[in-house]
């Protein structure tokens, strides 16, 4: 079966251009040259992963964004400009995913996106019908659901994925460069700030324990640390 996704680019040149490119790569690809239509088909569920520009015609991409992180946990990732931190920072802070500077090489599109997929996939398949436990955080993986004192956690599919790994090695330091191979699928990039990204909004949800649960090691990486 193939993979749907949604591209949502008002450049038609761009987007016929990743489209074709897509296709070839054997994604069965759906199109919106705005963010309503965007929005309208990923809600209808129509597509298994996003590809959204940041800079569209009638609502921004970080818009359409928060509107898909309201209602559920495709996996997004963002087009954004060259150069424009600012809206990468913005973009993981809303629930990205991933992000991909434009210009973007299409094939390093597609390696962003089966790598998500993927983890996804994998996880769906994983026959686990066993709870885990870690202090007040309870794991379903058979539902890639994580739950704070019987309270789930409202988490993108990559937030699911970083936490998981960290509570696998609860307790140890997770190299940053372990950390996003295993849970985003990629090399650790010189100045790369999206692993950074993903950790600050899961202290966010986590609530503000002090010291934080999830330790930064310095030179390191990061370290689930199980409140007492």
Not at 64 to 81: D, W
Request: proline letters at 4%; aromatic letters at 4%.
């Amino acid at each position: 079966m193939q993979n749907r996704v949604l591209l949502v680019e008002d450049d038609d040149e761009l987007r016929e251009l990743l489209a074709r490119y897509l296709s070839g790569q054997g994604f069965t690809v759906r199109e919106a040259a705005n963010g309503e239509d965007g929005l309208a088909l990923a809600l209808g569920q129509h597509c298994d992963i996003v590809v959204l520009d940041i800079m569209l015609p009638d609502i921004s991409g970080l818009e359409v964004l928060r509107e898909l992180r309201a209602e559920t946990h495709l996996p997004v990732v963002l087009l954004t400009a060259r150069g424009d931190e600012m809206d990468r920072i913005v973009g993981l802070e809303v629930g990205a995913d991933d992000y991909i500077p434009k210009p973007c090489n299409p094939r390093e599109l597609v390696a962003r996106l089966q790598a998500i997929l993927r983890r996804v996939a994998w996880d769906q398949k994983a026959v686990v019908k066993t709870e885990k436990q870690f202090g007040d955080l309870r794991i379903e993986v058979d539902h890639r659901r994580i739950y704070q004192n019987d309270e789930p956690l409202d988490l993108t599919a990559t937030e699911y994925e970083v936490l998981q790994v960290l509570l696998a090695h609860a307790g140890s330091v997770v190299r940053k460069s372990d950390l996003m191979q295993w849970a985003l699928g990629r090399r650790l990039e010189a100045f790369d700030r999206t692993l950074d990204m993903h950790i600050s909004n899961l202290r966010k949800k986590l609530g503000s324990d002090d010291p934080p649960r999830i330790e930064t090691v310095r030179g390191l990486g990061y370290s689930y640390r199980v409140p007492e």
